[in-house]
């Protein structure tokens, strides 16, 4: 039914969000080597808010959250027509390192990944990465009571980041991210590893967020989108050309994703049809 | 320093900033620094064979490939031929490695194959190990004062009762072929099990299972799956084995008797080209030094071509369960 | 097609007992062959064994500490010891450690992240795996022909030789143990803004470290053991070291030296020295293993 709908190659209606745009993507092509991994979608980042990506496995909602701090740049056969606007400078600019764009547009990632060292060091990472001449331990703090871990952690703090559990060790790594204080934060799937418990808090821990920080979420789980996302962008596979494309399908107020679908693949989706 | 174009697009609490100007200066010279070293290696490589090349020119114009079929060794009449060493070097080696690879590739499919349960198993890997560490010169010592009057009476009785297959045509009479192939076994012995082991390993555990599934015994599965499966890899242990064997040196400058001549008997004594090096080396003469670096060059071309064709076999064998193959 | 008779095809397993039978040709065989296994595991071990009890029986014996203070006896001199290889021996393996580690940690670094595909890390891995099998001798004789001929035997000599033994070990063991560092801690130093050398100081080789240092500790022990290289580069001295540029004893040679001596003085020293020189590599590979399993 997907193939049907795909060998229109269809192009999604731009979204305009109601607030200010924080990150301007328009992601035409991504390639891995001959590999066309993404094309034709444009996702508007809103400030303050939460922007969650959903979407089949394989739809490439991962490939373009990705693109937005340059992370796919590590994979060398990897290249990329469009634009990412961050306050209307181009990310992919000819002279932008992807170093510094990585310091502004933070990342969570799938699988908690601590760095082997102590809970104050992992932290504090950031900030000493950024030569931060002020008050470390009053940072570190901030950013763990921030991340809903202090409590748990405060008495050892010279403990090795990976005797932590799984959902404490992803707040940690939320907190590391967030201790620069970075614009923007991008979450991979960050409870796809986690206990439902975990899992709960760690969406607490988003809407607080989302009082300071710009957040883009990969989910596969679309309940999650509807409990902490304000936007919903769905993405979809195209298969009319051999390959596995992902494209966005519709993007929108969250409410209306879920339950006024304008698109018919897209409304299949959110009911359950496919996954 | 970088262009920084976010500089005041994010957030004013932001304390995010570009890398400083040394960040970039010592990213870019370690990178270069960290390349040139890779460089080195190669170039290392070049430089030795360019090197032990050049020590040996003189000696290869002037006795040119009569030297490889040459068996006199005098450097009073200056007369240089170095045939006996290669014929006891691929003798010893290819000895080494009969008894070496029999007992290493046993060794490995006791460790990998679940026949001894796990703590037992560390104990004979740790053996397989000190094995590998004691040093060559310690082995020569054991082999003169062990090996040698161990094999002494063993040595007689084959000579007496068996003198006419040409193996056993000569009777030991201290240093000779035998006792230095097997010291020499037991020296290349862990690294045969070592490399035949993580051949068993790289076979994926769905192999086995399947084996088990048609209802094969243990040793079934062994010799009717895991063996041919691994075979690639067992045969790179093998030709590593005998190129670490050709090279080996000190116990066998100690064991073999330093003796130029070309014999089947496994207790006459004989040389090798690195312990015709080792053992002439000390007292030579300018003259018999050149000669010595144009035997290194042979034992240099023997050891590379043999390595080189065992690292293959390996690549072969990883890339085909990789299924590249 | 009808016509096929599916009644005459002989079923494929004949009987059909579950029981054990103990005295078929397949048990029989399966039990010999896991007997004889088990034989040639003891027997590849009985070398390890008797070597252990010559080192105790015969260096023991002779291991006091004349043997650990005292220079080198003459032929026909009684007492004596072995101080000075002792000295020559470690001071040997500093020089070729402090050369290769360096060396080999930054290759290894380039070889394990910085360009693992490329043609010359490929090209790099292959020759450092080509120089692993190289018999050490030949690190003797190009290090004679680098640096003896011009400058004559010397400690350096033999320092610089052990470190091309050492070279390949160390680039290969630390390579291994930095692609065991998992991505996602170097992909969160990257999300986190570091320059790619920063991703290497400040995660990568901390998080390896253990196993470099396990790499390395093997090397050292495998370069004190070695003595075909020194024979070509530091000789040997019967006196004390006084600088780096002269001819140096070492423990391995002296064992040479005084097997083939017909006192049974020398025999005695060299079983001592090979207990020392037992033990100094056994002290390395033993603090490999430690370091080995202090990992994460």
């Known amino acids: 039914m997907s193939a049907t709908a795909a060998t229109m190659a269809p192009v999604a209606a731009v979204f305009t969000p109601a607030g200010a745009t924080v990150l301007d993507c328009q992601l035409q092509k991504v390639f891995y080597g001959d590999f066309l991994a993404v094309r034709d979608s444009n996702v508007p980042i809103e400030q303050g808010k939460i922007t969650g990506f959903i979407g089949p496995s394989g739809c490439g909602k991962s490939t373009v959250l990705r693109s937005l701090n340059r992370m796919n740049d590590l994979i060398p056969s990897f290249h990329f027509e469009g634009h990412v606007k961050y306050h209307g400078q181009d990310v992919y600019g000819k002279k932008v390192d992807p170093v510094v764009v990585r310091r502004y547009i933070g990342m969570v990632f799938q699988q908690p990944n601590p760095f082997s060292m102590s809970i104050f060091d992992n932290v504090a990472f950031g900030l000493r990465l950024n030569r931060y001449k002020g008050d470390l331990e009053e940072r570190v703090q901030k950013a763990l009571e921030r991340a809903a871990i202090w409590k748990e952690v405060k008495d050892k703090l010279n403990k090795s980041g990976l005797s932590l559990s799984g959902g404490q060790q992803q707040r940690l790594c939320i907190a590391r991210a967030i201790a620069t204080e970075p614009d923007v934060l991008l979450m991979d799937e960050p409870c796809s590893a986690l206990d439902p418990i975990a899992t709960r808090q760690v969406e607490q821990l988003m809407l607080e967020l989302k009082e300071r920080f710009t957040v883009a979420l990969v989910t596969h789980n679309m309940q999650q989108a509807t409990r902490v996302a304000d936007t919903t962008a769905f993405f979809g596979v195209d298969i009319s050309h051999g390959g596995r494309t992902g494209y966005l399908v519709e993007m929108g107020p969250t409410r209306q994703i879920f339950e006024d679908p304008q698109e018919e693949l897209t409304k299949q989706y959110v009911s359950g049809e496919f996954s | 320093m970088a262009l920084n174009p976010f500089e005041h697009a994010g957030a004013a609490s932001t304390i995010s900033g570009p890398p400083s100007e040394g960040d970039y200066l010592g990213d870019r010279l370690f990178r270069a620094v960290a390349r040139a070293c890779a460089g080195l290696i190669i170039a290392l490589l070049l430089f030795i064979l360019w090197e032990i090349g050049g020590l040996a020119l003189p000696a290869m114009a002037q006795h040119g490939l009569g030297f490889v079929s040459g068996s006199t060794w005098n450097p009073g009449t200056q007369e240089f031929g170095v045939l006996p060493e290669i014929w006891g070097t691929l003798y010893s080696s290819l000895l080494a490695l009969l008894l070496g690879g029999v007992f290493g590739v046993t060794i490995a499919i006791f460790l990998s194959q679940d026949f001894i349960e796990a703590r037992l198993a560390v104990v004979f890997r740790t053996i397989v190990e000190l094995l590998a560490a004691i040093p060559s010169v310690v082995y020569g010592l054991w082999g003169i004062f062990v090996v040698i009057p161990l094999l002494r009476p063993v040595a007689g009785w084959l000579h007496a009762q068996l003198s006419f297959i040409p193996l056993f045509a000569t009777d030991l009479s201290g240093p000779g072929m035998a006792p230095a192939a097997l010291v020499l076994a037991i020296m290349i012995l862990p690294t045969v099990a070592a490399i035949t082991v993580d051949a068993f390993r790289r076979i994926p555990y769905k192999v086995k299972e399947a084996a088990y599934g048609m209802g094969t015994t243990r040793w079934e599965a062994i010799l009717k799956v895991m063996l041919p499966t691994a075979s690639s890899g067992i045969l790179a242990a093998l030709v590593l084995g005998f190129g670490r064997a050709l090279g080996e040196t000190m116990a066998l400058a100690m064991l073999i008797g330093n003796s130029n001549q070309i014999n089947l008997s496994l207790f006459a004594p004989a040389n090798t080209l690195a312990s015709l090096l080792a053992s002439s080396f000390p007292e030579a003469g300018q003259i018999e030094v050149q000669a010595l670096m144009y035997a290194a060059v042979v034992l240099l071309l023997i050891t590379l071509l043999v390595n080189i064709a065992g690292l293959g076999i390996q690549q072969y064998t990883v890339r085909k369960f990789e299924g590249k193959v | ?296």
């Open chain 3, 1 to 296: 097609m009808s016509d096929i008779d599916l009644s005459t095809s002989a079923p494929v397993l004949p009987r059909l007992s579950l029981e054990r039978r103990p005295f078929e040709l397949r048990a029989l065989t399966s039990g010999l062959l896991t007997g004889l296994t088990w034989v040639i595991a003891i027997l590849g071990s009985i070398p390890l064994f008797s070597v252990i009890i010559m080192l105790v029986a015969e260096g023991g014996a002779r291991l006091d500490f004349e043997a650990l203070t005292a220079l080198p006896p003459a032929g026909f001199e009684m007492g004596g010891g072995f101080a000075n290889a002792i000295i020559g021996t470690l001071v040997m393996v500093a020089i070729a450690t402090a050369i290769s580690v360096p060396l080999g940690l930054l290759a290894a670094i380039y070889l394990a992240i910085l360009d693992p595909y490329s043609r010359m890390a490929q090209t790099a891995r292959f020759v450092a795996k080509t120089l692993t099998g190289f018999p050490s001798i030949l690190a003797g004789v190009f290090t004679y022909g680098v640096l003896v001929i011009s400058f004559g035997y010397s400690a350096l000599a033999g320092g610089v030789a052990l470190a091309v033994l050492m070279l390949p070990t160390v680039v290969l063991a630390a390579e291994e143990s930095m692609k065991q560092v998992p991505q996602k801690m170097t992909d969160a130093a990257f999300g986190l803004g570091c320059t790619r050398s920063q991703v290497i100081w400040k995660v990568t080789l901390p998080t390896g470290l253990p196993g470099i240092l396990t790499g390395i500790m093997l090397a050292v022990a495998g370069a004190s053991g070695e003595s075909a290289p020194l024979l070509f580069t530091a000789l040997f001295n019967n006196y004390f070291m006084s600088e780096l540029m002269e001819p140096t004893a070492s423990l391995s040679i002296l064992i040479y030296n005084f097997s083939a001596m017909p006192f049974d003085n020398q025999i005695q020293l060299a079983w001592a020295a090979s207990l020392v020189l037992v033990l100094i590599v056994l002290v390395f590979n033993i603090l490999a293993r430690l370091i080995g399993q202090s990992k994460v």
